[in-house]
């Protein structure tokens, strides 16, 4: 429910709680009025003059009874309209800032418009056919010239899992416990290793909303880019992608136990079409809302970036859906663009069991 939208509820709610007052009143007073045609004799008069001062002190006695009835009406009318209102700016605004879209958005959304920056930003989120929604992204804030110079520039996608709200909980958690590491925690200097510990304070924060709950958690890729350099890192099954010189290339290793299979295939320990055919092959090996993660793929040094590079943050729900062809093709229009076409891609396949979609790009321009 949009802001304005509300607005009018709490304004409408007012005129009416004005309305039943007022209305109230008049009918106290027709009650208590008494009928003209009633007395024609000469103390008609006399009568009227009586009833009208006990009309008035009825009438007075009346609201000073239940005055408190009125006022109490009156404060939580207005309470709950402001406390609304002050709610919906609150998570307004800390949209904006973060970049967090709506959890249940289903079209993309252009952030930072009209920014000069050396990183140009694409993104698009989808709920697929689920029930819910359990993908996120976040980017900082490129308009902040301040942090970018400092800093970089950050974008984050999270895939939750677990039941529908805690998936899109800790999908949550994860991309606000980072921005908010990224935006409020100083730099060390060091890029690679910020990057680990927002990932661990992340994971301690998912495990602690988990408890107690049933097991779930949040996949995550994230990447920084600062200056001409990146530095990614990766827990789960999501996936970065490079782009550069019209051809992509993942560079990061996915945490599943397929990945284990082919290696014991590889090594002679297991024949290839069992490894293919195992049932758990797409089981994850590692994510965020594991006590203690055994596995996180990142780069200890910085990968050096040439103009026009593009760097993709994807969830399963477009890669498991098109091919890394079919994906390159979107690449080639500008970066917001690209995103809305892997999204319609993606969809197109209409694919019955589609799972959530987000997608980051980061398109380095040098100068």
Request: some cysteine.
């Amino acid at each position: 429910m949009g802001l304005m939208h509300m607005k009018k509820i709490v304004i409408t709610l007012l005129i009416l709680l004005f309305i039943v007052v007022i209305f109230g009143g008049m009918l106290t007073v027709y009650a208590l009025s008494p009928n003209p045609d009633a007395d024609p004799d000469e103390a008609r008069r006399h009568a009227e003059e009586f009833w009208a001062r006990e009309q008035e002190l009825q009438v007075r006695n009346f609201f000073a009874k239940y005055w408190w009835a009125f006022a109490a009406g009156g404060v939580l009318v207005l309470g709950g309209g402001a406390g609304t209102i002050l709610m919906l700016r609150k998570r307004k605004k800390r949209a904006a800032a973060t970049g967090l879209p709506n959890a249940y958005a289903e079209t993309t959304v252009e952030l930072f418009p009209n920014t000069q920056s050396t990183v140009l930003i694409g993104n698009a989120l989808h709920i697929g056919s689920r029930e819910s929604q359990q993908d996120c992204f976040i980017i900082s804030d490129i308009s902040n010239t301040e942090l970018c110079e400092q800093k970089g520039i950050l974008g984050v996608v999270a895939d939750g899992m677990g039941g529908m709200a805690d998936g899109a909980e800790a999908s949550a958690i994860v991309s606000r416990t980072m921005l908010q590491y990224f935006n409020e925690v100083p730099s060390s200097g060091r890029p690679e290793l910020d990057l680990l510990n927002m990932v661990n304070i992340a994971n301690d924060n998912v495990c602690r909303y988990m408890t107690g709950r049933d097991p779930g958690g949040s996949t995550v890729v994230a990447a920084i880019i600062q200056g001409d350099h990146f530095h990614w890192i990766t827990v789960g099954d999501s996936r970065i992608y490079l782009f550069r010189n019209g051809a992509i290339k993942q560079i990061n290793r996915e945490h599943i136990y397929a990945v284990e299979l082919d290696e014991r295939a590889a090594r002679g320990e297991i024949s290839w079409e069992s490894a293919a055919g195992d049932s758990k092959r797409a089981a994850l090996t590692s994510y965020l809302g594991m006590r203690d993660l055994e596995k996180i793929d990142r780069n200890l040094h910085p990968v050096q970036l040439v103009d026009g590079d593009r760097v993709l943050l994807l969830s399963d729900g477009i890669f498991d859906t098109l091919t890394d062809n079919e994906i390159l093709e979107t690449m080639f229009l500008p970066p917001q663009e690209s995103a809305i076409q892997l999204k319609e891609k993606t969809l197109a396949k209409q694919n019955p069991n589609q799972d959530n979609l987000a997608a980051v790009i980061l398109e380095y321009r040098g100068v």
